[in-house]
């Protein structure tokens, strides 16, 4: 073991101390995993994507801030947009490797080419996870656009040329966002990613940001029966096929929340995560529930980690008086059983439910 792997394995095991014991707010670490939006820029135009725009690269400057930072990093994982459209994408991998940071990407997989795959597999990639939410081709269309076999071929030949290298990573990972139109195709599409050599499919449930009341509709709360049958199924097909396949829950099953599925998770996230935006907002909260706690541009890294805000917020957080964002955070706050999991405008939420004539009832 080398200095910089030392020196991570330290942050690491300091970062987890913190968070078992919830009790330090001034913390002598750097965060374990650093999130990058490395540009905004996609190929597609997803159904149900937030982003307001879909243009901006995040300039070099911001990620020159971070150097001091690296060594104890232990994952840099690159977001967007479709991150492998970043001009410098080369750059930053080689960057990640000298630092000895793995690489977690996550990408539509439109682009996963021969070039890039073996820009991911000669550095320390570790996670690549797709975002691919269908089994046919039209149901890929009517959320993602593109061509489903395209991504399909270009998953297996990742999987392929890792494995000739006699290699465990990168791990594959599917994510799947369940809503009512793919949810029937959950147990199929778990079967063709066993098939490929995936190593894991995980699903997420769809929500209803703002004012998309097309997507409130489309999420499972409302289709609850369906929602349980499905991935029950796509677990006997993971079963089978030996691929590892997480699900949020079901909605019938009331050993869920004993067994602490419908929320009171512990958060970690001011303790481990950092993500940074391409125009250098640092934020701690994966959600991003909370605010900004500054800009790299304007601040040093360590100003913004080591500050009030963030020294504030480790002190309040997992405690009664944690900030109202944190009740509303699907990771760790709310019930996916609440309305109000999946969709967040509350005004829309309880119309919606007064439309079910027996709040009970599943269609």
Known sequence: MNANQRLTRLNDQLNDRYVAENAWEDVITYPKLVTLTTTLRCNYRCWMCYQPEFKGDMDWAVIERLRHVLPSVKTMQFFGGEPLLYPRLADLCALAGQNECE???ITNGSLLDAGRRALLLDNNASLIKISLEAATQDTYASIRGGDLENVLGNIGALVR??????????EVQINFVAMLRNIRELPDLTARAAALGVDRLLVIFAFAPGEREDIARETLFFAQELS??????????AEAGGIELSVPGFFADDAACESGECGGKVCHSPWKNCMIDLAGDVRFCCGRTGKPIGNLLESGFDELWYGEKITRFRRLVNTPAQPECCHICRVQGRSFRDIRFHVRNPKMAERMLAEIEDPGALR
């Open 103 to 105: 690489i977690e990407l």
């Open 161 to 170: 040329e890792r494995d000739a290298r006699g290699r465990q990573k990168p």
């Open 228 to 237: 349980d049958d499905c991935m029950r199924r796509a677990m006997a097909e």
